[in-house]
T-cell receptor
Framework: AQSVSQHNHHVILSEAASLELGCNYS??????LFWYVQYPGQHLQLLLK??????LVKGIKGFEAEFIKSKFSFNLRKPSVQWSDTAEYFC????????????FGQGTELSVKP | GAGVSQSPSNKVTEKGKDVELRCDPI?????LYWYRQRLGQGLEFLIY????????KSGLPSDRFSAERTGESVSTLTIQRTQQEDSAVYLC???????????FGEGSRLTVL
């Protein structure tokens, strides 16, 4: 069965530190890739997405993600985190031959200390 | 409506009772999803509707779970003979087909005593 793995369960950083959250998926076919974020007390919202083209994708709030096909990875990065980035981050994969089915990872909780 | 609406927001029920959870998607969104999120865990895919196509039910955990959607409107998720392990937040999301960006509701928190 397809799966999405986020290796970090909880990450704690100080403000201005750089961030990289790992995401790997097990599906071998063509996929669409997403990162969603859930801020405290809010519902999930899209951070960025990759369908095709440039494997380096820019999202909102200075986030970016790089699709590395050979590694089945879609890691999320931000050069300098802020306290307001404290949230839970979810990677998600849509295998294209499965219609719109979207499979989420377990999530990574990010805590940024001011 | 402006966003995805779910009801009830909270439901406490006794083990063995049936529950129905409702989702109103964003108008014009052809795709509708149900996910389950247990405490401290990720989103578990349950079911996906796309227009008038047969739904993808591959994530439903048992035959106690079922969902319906009429056309491109409201969906209900029904859990029969609830068990304590069904306690979770049930999230609904909708999207336009092409861009697959999911818009989530606030969720329905189910507690089975």
């Amino acid at each position: 069965a397809q799966s999405v793995s986020q290796h970090n369960h909880h990450v704690i950083l100080s403000e201005a530190a750089s961030l990289e959250l790992g995401c790997n998926y097990s599906y071998g076919g063509t996929v669409n890739l997403f990162w969603y974020v859930q801020y405290p007390g809010q519902h999930l919202q899209l951070l960025l997405k990759y369908f095709s083209g440039d494997p380096l994708v820019k999202g909102i709030k200075g986030f970016e993600a790089e699709f590395i096909k050979s590694k089945f990875s879609f890691n999320l990065r931000k050069p300098s985190v802020q306290w307001s980035d404290t949230a839970e981050y979810f990677c998600a994969v849509n295998p294209r031959n499965q219609g719109g089915k979207l499979i989420f990872g377990q999530g990574t909780e990010l805590s940024v200390k001011p | 409506g402006a966003g995805v609406s779910q009801s009830p927001s909270n439901k406490v029920t006794e083990k063995g009772k049936d529950v129905e959870l409702r989702c109103d998607p964003i108008s014009g969104h052809t795709a509708l999803y149900w996910y389950r999120q247990r405490l401290g865990q990720g989103l578990e895919f349950l079911i996906y509707f796309q227009g008038n196509s047969a739904p993808d039910k591959s994530g439903l955990p048992s035959d106690r779970f079922s969902a319906e959607r009429t056309g491109e409107s409201v969906s209900t998720l029904t859990i029969q003979r609830t068990q304590q392990e069904d306690s979770a937040v049930y999230l609904c999301a909708s999207s336009r087909t092409q861009d697959r960006e999911l818009f989530f509701g606030e969720g329905s928190r189910l507690t089975v005593l």
